[in-house]
């Protein structure tokens, strides 16, 4: 196409957009409303993910030690627990850090109980698997070591109900987010096509005098570049004040614990998806629809 | 410039056929023509020039073309060549006069200072140039008719086919515009105008191509409305 | 019937009157012919009749009735005493023969039986009784004229108007339907037709309202096409 | 209207429907899709809302009697709970009790302290309150009760995190969901907006040949209904399934502690929604974007 065409391409687009107000901003509303709920839902799912890893990782077991145990029996167990390649964390809490904690709980209701002699815990090692999931294999691997008295990991059922938990919120976050991506692209690329629809008599008109279909499709290609960049960046700025605040308002109560993703990374997360999907969507919704009335 | 051979043409498989053998040669230069009664045929013979629709049966050739072989891609560039007024006009209703002619020219890619002189001109020579702003919806009938007129001559085509141009026109201003397609055609441009218009058809005393019921009925060099028997 | 005094009509504050003091009667039974050049404002004033614009300034009584005074939902019924044929059709293009012409029989709550009746007599009355299951968009231009005649008359309404009903229409087709539209006014219905038809005008030597330039030049019983001076 | 105007009607708009095939399904489509998301949604926040209040349920706290308490005050405190108007639960837990549960807990290791005599721990009750919230302000109160050693209720900073947890997930549920549903509104209207627009040109020529508003309208209403209608119970039926499968998932897979609402009552909530949303929004919206054109 020669510079005269693009140029017109670009006149043109701008001015359809303004001659259909009503209909460019109907669109690129469409757009906005439903990047937003798919950027915000994506906010929500990345802070899951987080969160998940991070229960994950505070999954622990503790090995205790046979009161019996050899020096070398220890001394073996300690070397086998730190090489051990599925474990990510091997921590030696003596009896009296146990009483000490113990303590914490109980108060001075074991208070008489502290002295090294009327000790009545264990020595014993707490530690963390790298993957969370496997810590019933583990335990059952560690208990066979020589010098061990136990291995202790929580209450078996909780664990479980706890990995069950997490994969059905990831799931469903998964199939909610799914969903919405399909709502999306359905959503905008249906809208540029009923766009097309209502201009097919414009296009077939078009095509009557001699126009290329490429001379026709620049501007609406570039129709579909705008409403989709307009319907892009909208809701990423929304976003990024929406999450800067949530992140300020947690830091400023104290809420720590809920332990938010960093501002940055999660905005690069949402360029990668959402600029695409909305310019994407508008470029590509654009030809497909526009194909039928061209092929005259 | 157009030669038809056994051409025949039914929109659908049910019916009958609409045009039936129809064998005819136009040649540059020549102003015809194309009367019959309604439903005859004739606007669906106009289509099959500029590709709008592809014959059922038979051979057209437009400048030296075989449209049945010619690829879809080409289509645009046969178009360029020919400027047509069409039956229903076929406007950008909610744009400008200006906008609607202009249209064709940038579609040639023509440069933005050439467009800007030319479609003034054009509008001046079928006696609309106040109406160069107003929508095209906001126009009298007669008024789209010559839009849809200017528009087909702005690109100084090859040949010009005119489909009823002067239904929606009083017989001064279809005179007015007749003479001006009669001027195009003495500088060579090919003109084949479909009408109903007898005292236009009688007056000029061109060649008359006859259609009834979708054939040939007859054909006459400095024909009139009414075919001789 | 129809008495306008005083009627003045512009689209927009900025340009000049489209109709320019139009002071005239047209009564029961009457036929009546409006005549004059592209863009002089027939279309125009035959829009005013159906209220489908309001009059800038002046009265225009149809039926009685002050259309400037008439409440927005008596406009339907003042519509379908009117049998109107419009010079773009204005017909649902992706629709039948059948459906377009049922239509207004349904409006009115016309029964089932009466409609599958009348509708196929009309289509003969305009000589289209093959095109009944036809979409409208299928068919030639002279075809889609006569069913929207045919779609005007289906009531059978106390006044016809029809704006250029013979535009697509050859000599003979014409003649057919304006005889026919004379039947239909011996029968006591007032019909007002806006045409360039010189032929018709002449041979029908019927009340001529000349337009131009948006005022009443001439209104002559029995006149021709050309005013007398 | 007449019967026959209204029989008119019913006619045309399924006519309408099947002769505008691509339209009806796509405009469905999209009210489906919408309702399908914003139902999903739902029974996703009416379950967390019926977790949250579970959890809260299970907020509770323990007054340790004081070992040298009179009988008189013991009784005084029991009467002074039972008839308490903030708790929902008080239930008294000997100090033999108590043992035996740290027992269950650190098993042997404090099974010499089992015997009655050597018992240190206290009587007490745990009681739980009525408003989860109120428990930091109910523990000060009841601390000054006489006879009460100490009033314990997990870590504060922890019970207060955890309803900031719940607050926070309950309100970015309600926002995602208040979200969906505005997108739901706009884009089922938008929808019909756009439908009743490429059919303008129909609706002003039935107008010009003497149609009256209701007789335009009343085909577009039943149109709307019918798009509405079948918008809302295909995802209703799909939702049910959904949900009834994964209840049934949960049960089969012992999950019982996800504790998730029962089919009907969830379906009835759902019902109650989304059928208005999809037929009114049909109907409100064919009517409300149809007067521009009917007002010739
Ligand atoms: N797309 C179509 N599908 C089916 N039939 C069609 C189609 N287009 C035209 N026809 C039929 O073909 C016949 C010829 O139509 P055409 O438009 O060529 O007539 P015409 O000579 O131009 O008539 P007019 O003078 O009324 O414009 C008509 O009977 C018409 O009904
Ligand atoms: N909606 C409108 N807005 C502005 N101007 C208009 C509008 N409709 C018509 N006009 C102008 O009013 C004038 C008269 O138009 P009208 O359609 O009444 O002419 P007419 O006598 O019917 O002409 P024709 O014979 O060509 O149909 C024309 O110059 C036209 O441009
Ligand atoms: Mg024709
Ligand atoms: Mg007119």
Same mark, same amino acid.
């Given at each position: 196409m020669p510079f005269n065409g693009l140029l017109y391409g670009v006149v043109e687009a701008l001015r359809s957009l303004y001659r259909n107000k009503g209909m460019s901003i109907a669109s690129t509303g469409i757009v906005v409303i439903t990047l937003l709920m798919l950027g915000s839902f994506m906010l929500v799912r990345l802070n899951i993910n987080h969160v998940t890893k991070a229960v994950k990782e505070q999954v622990e077991m503790v090995v205790f030690i046979d009161e019996n145990a050899t020096l070398e029996e220890r001394e073996s167990l300690r070397a086998n627990l730190v090489s051990?390649?599925?474990?990510a964390e091997v921590r030696f809490v003596s009896k009296e850090e146990a009483m000490e904690r113990l303590a914490e709980i109980w108060g001075d209701f =074991?208070?008489?109980?502290?002295s090294a002699e009327d000790n009545p815990l264990p020595d014993s090692y707490e530690i963390r698997p790298i =993957?969370?999931? $496997?810590i019933v294999a583990l335990a059952r691997e560690l208990e066979?070591?020589?010098? =061990?008295e136990k291995v202790q990991y929580g209450e078996e059922e909780f664990v479980n109900n706890l990995f069950a938990v997490l994969r059905v919120i990831q799931l469903i976050s998964l199939a909610l987010m799914g969903g919405l991506a399909i709502l999306a692209i359905f959503l905008i690329s249906h809208t540029i096509r009923l766009t097309v629809f209502i201009r097919r008599r414009e296009i077939m008109i078009m095509k009557y005098v001699g126009a290329t279909n490429w001379f026709i499709r620049w501007p609406f290609i570039l129709e579909g570049l705008v409403i989709g960049s307009f319907g892009a960046a909208l809701p990423l700025a929304a976003l990024y004040y929406l999450y800067d605040a949530s992140v300020g308002w947690v830091v400023s109560n104290n809420?720590?614990?809920? $332990?938010l993703i960093a501002v940055p990374s999660v905005m690069l997360e949402l360029v990668k998806y959402l600029v695409p999907l909305g310019t994407g969507l508008g470029v590509l919704g654009s030809l497909l629809s526009m194909d039928r009335f061209v092929r005259v | 410039m157009i030669e038809a051979i056994q051409l025949y043409q039914r929109?659908?498989?049910?019916? %009958?056929?609409?045009?039936?053998d129809l064998n005819f040669v136009i040649n540059r230069g020549e102003f015809v023509f194309v009367v019959g009664p309604s439903g005859a045929g004739k606007s669906t013979l106009l289509k099959l020039l500029i590709r709008e629709i592809l014959p059922t049966r038979g051979t057209l050739k437009v400048f030296g073309q075989d449209l049945t072989r010619? /690829?879809?891609?080409r289509v645009p560039y046969l178009r360029r060549n020919i400027g047509m007024v069409f039956q229903d006009f076929? @406007? @950008?209703?909610?744009?400008t006069a200006y906008d609607n002619i202009a249209f064709v020219m940038q579609v040639t890619g023509a440069p933005a200072g050439e467009i800007r002189r030319r479609v003034p001109q054009v509008l001046e020579m079928v006696g609309l140039s106040e109406k160069?702003? *107003?929508?095209?919806? *906001? @126009? %009298?009938g007669g008024e789209q008719q010559r839009i849809g007129l200017a528009r087909a001559i702005i690109n100084r085509p090859a040949m010009i086919i005119a489909d009823e /141009?002067?239904?929606?026109? *009083?017989p001064v201003t279809s005179l007015e515009i007749m003479n001006l397609l009669r001027g195009i055609n003495i500088r060579g441009t090919t003109v084949v105008v479909a009408t109903h218009d007898r005292e236009i058809v009688d007056r000029f005393r061109k060649r008359v191509i006859y259609l009834e019921d979708g054939r040939i009925a007859g054909d006459e060099q400095k024909g009139v409305y009414v075919r001789a028997i």
């Open positions: 051990h390649a599925g474990l =074991v208070a008489g109980y502290r =993957v969370a999931e $496997n066979r070591y020589p010098g =061990v809420l720590l614990f809920l $332990n | 929109y659908n498989e049910h019916n %009958s056929f609409i045009l039936n010619m /690829p879809r891609r076929r @406007l @950008l209703e909610e744009r160069i702003w *107003d929508r095209v919806c *906001d @126009l %009298s /141009p002067t239904g929606n026109l *009083d």
